[in-house]
């Protein structure tokens, strides 16, 4: 009887490592029986690779931030800070609690036949794999000891982790690693971080020469990211009264037409297929050219998440300007700059104004210039988020861990 491996995480970039690792997994051992439970959004990128979703999906009025603030409520601190008790509101009304045991019973149910968990995330995946009484992995994509030097767990999480029935604890750095082991968290270990496997460049040449590429990446939330990219289409007309440069974005399909036509009209641009124009200023967009944007480019302008970790993870800089949310506020920013280091800069602690939009533009026009910072920004990228493969060597890690376990295994 083929042996099966469950797969729960919570969000956009929690989907995305525990997709690649599943997909490196059926690469190596197709015969294994894999299915997925996304407890944040739809599980999209479960759904293009046709894996089964075992439980009942939705996306949130938050998109997904109060199932991560609810780390922080089970170790309350700053936890009233960092939730926004509107969002709440509307996610509960939305069916928040209802979504989330539907979900915990759905994962109880398919459990008993499952082999091994993967949970990939932080406290919400961890409490639903210990529930079950399986065996499983831990994947601690959601959190790292750069934040703060020394990873905060809640409780619940050492209570998940330290139960026999973790196999292993994989970390998103080396770092994090380190702090884990002596802390006593024996079986924990890095083995790369899946995100960078995506970034293959297709070959389209995009760059103009003598003239830098900055690529802008507005998020993937709608409407935020239009909000987001309406700063950034003020800040690329900022950095033009400064310097020649090219400006590429790189933006989801739910990023419509309709979507671009609206944010030309609000700022006074004009919206041709395949770009934006104000003045003598022009700005690309595109769908299908992420990993070329980011390996082609000199400069990144990040409002988003995942997209600006594997920026770094290429030696890029960051300029992070904060919007008015939900997610990208300056609290995220302030956090992304502790977790990813000298490669971000984050102007201003609101969200952006005009005064903060030219301030963003001298910056951008100084580190451009400035050669030994960008060289600094290549050497942190490898120590902060590391190069390709770690897709890989997670998924041999499941096929080596499932071929040394009882075939009746129960540990509840």
Request: with cysteine; aromatic share 8%.
């Amino acid at each position: 009887m083929a042996q099966r491996v469950l797969f729960l995480s919570n969000g956009h970039g929690e989907d995305l490592n525990a997709s690649l690792v599943l997909k490196a997994l059926g690469a190596i051992a197709p015969e294994l029986e894999v299915a997925a439970m996304p407890i944040v959004g739809e599980g999209s990128a479960y759904r293009k690779l046709g894996v089964e979703i075992i439980g009942p999906t939705q996306q949130l009025p938050s998109g997904g931030f109060n199932y991560i603030n609810f780390a922080r409520f089970l170790n309350p601190v700053n936890w009233w800070r960092d939730t926004n008790p509107v969002s709440l509101v509307k996610d509960v009304l939305s069916g928040l609690i209802g979504l989330t045991i539907g979900q915990l019973r759905a994962v109880q149910r398919y459990s008993p036949a499952c082999d091994l968990l993967f949970a990939c995330g932080d406290i919400v995946p961890i409490l639903f794999a210990r529930l079950t009484g399986r065996p499983f992995f831990v994947f601690l994509v959601s959190t790292s000891s750069y934040y703060e030097g020394k990873v905060k767990l809640p409780w619940l999480a050492q209570w998940g982790m330290r139960s026999p029935q973790c196999l292993a604890i994989l970390t998103r750095d080396r770092y994090t690693a380190q702090d884990l082991l002596g802390r006593g968290f024996a079986q924990t270990q890095f083995l790369g971080y899946p995100i960078m496997d995506v970034l293959v460049p297709s070959g389209q040449a995009l760059n103009e020469p003598h003239m830098p590429l900055i690529a802008l990446l507005p998020g993937s939330r709608l409407p935020e990211a239009q909000i987001n990219l309406g700063l950034m289409l003020e800040l690329c007309a900022a950095i033009a009264q400064l310097r020649p440069a090219q400006f590429r974005a790189a933006l989801v399909s739910s990023f419509t037409q309709d979507y671009l036509a609206t944010l030309a009209r609000d700022h006074g641009w004009t919206l041709h297929p395949g770009y934006l124009q104000k003045a003598a200023v022009t700005v690309h967009y595109h769908y299908d050219a992420f990993a070329d944007i980011l390996h082609q480019c000199d400069l990144v302008v990040g409002m988003a998440g995942t997209a600006v970790e594997q920026a770094v993870g290429l030696g890029k800089p960051v300029i992070q300007i904060p919007g008015p949310g939900p997610q990208f506020t300056y609290l995220f920013a302030e956090a992304q700059m502790r977790l990813l280091g000298a490669s971000i800069t984050t102007i201003g602690t609101r969200p952006a104004t005009t005064k903060t939009l030219v301030e963003a533009a001298a910056k951008i026009d100084a580190m451009l210039k400035d050669e030994p910072y960008l060289e600094r920004c290549r050497r942190n990228g490898q120590e902060r988020v590391g190069g390709p493969g770690g897709s890989d060597a997670i998924a041999h890690k499941i096929v080596e861990t499932l071929k040394h376990l009882p075939q009746e295994t129960s540990m509840v």
